[in-house]
């Protein structure tokens, strides 16, 4: 079955850096476009990035961009989130999906996500 793990969040203060990693399977990762969504308590499920199955074609939400770089291994069947400059706004679990190859719609179940906490 299709598997996303999701992993690499944590604590960090304002300002700061983390890197979140997705480990893919159950399906041909490399043909597949990915996504990074999250959501915060109160508030909607949200697109944050994407990036198409060879790399070429990549989306940004407004709120991060220009401080978050998605990026992926095909090899490796990863998916990456580099996420700098962070803020308290950003806090939210953080989840890894794969998209069709249509409409772009996530395609499988929401893993557990990873927690990602900015705080001073």
């Known amino acids: 079955q299709v598997q996303h793990v999701e992993s690499g969040g944590g604590l960090v203060q304002p300002g700061g850096s983390l890197r979140l990693s997705c480990v893919a399977s159950g399906f041909t990762f490399s043909t597949y476009g990915m996504t990074w969504y999250r959501q915060s308590p109160g508030k909607e499920r949200e697109l944050v990035a994407r990036?198409?199955?060879?790399?070429?074609?990549?989306y940004y939400s407004g709120s991060v961009k220009g401080r978050f770089i998605i990026s992926r291994d095909n090899a490796k069947n990863t998916l990456y989130l580099q996420m700098n400059s962070l803020k308290p706004e950003d806090t939210a679990v953080y989840y890894c999906?794969?998209?069709?190859?249509?409409?772009?719609?996530?395609?499988?179940?929401w893993g557990q996500g990873t927690q990602v906490t900015v705080s001073a």
């Open positions: 990036i198409s199955s060879n790399g070429g074609g990549i």
């Open positions: 999906m794969r998209v069709d190859l249509g409409l772009l719609r996530p395609l499988g179940y």
